[in-house]
């Protein structure tokens, strides 16, 4: 999959949430109460391909360009593996 084919739509309801189908979602979530006591609300991905749980999503990442970047790599990394 080349990056210019993934194609990220802003949710309707809530605008901090972007996803991609067949790649996954980025999100705010809070991450670690301790690890940011200032700001505790950082953007994870959720990848598609694993369930819905917090301790899948992966981050967290500063920026929206950052998340989204990293999540396109995972999706290029796993269309690799699954292709070989």
Do not use: Y
Not at 4 to 10: G, K, P, T, V
């Amino acid at each position: 999959m080349a990056e210019e084919d993934i194609s990220w739509q802003q949710d309707g309801t809530d605008t901090g949430w972007f996803f991609a189908e067949n790649v996954g979602s980025v999100r705010k979530c809070r991450l670690g109460e301790k690890q940011f006591q200032l700001s505790p609300w950082r953007l994870g991905f959720l990848p598609e391909w694993l369930p819905d749980t917090e301790e899948h999503d992966v981050g967290p990442f500063k920026t929206k360009a950052a998340a989204l970047a990293e999540a396109e790599r995972l999706k290029s990394l796993q269309l690799h593996t699954e292709n070989h």
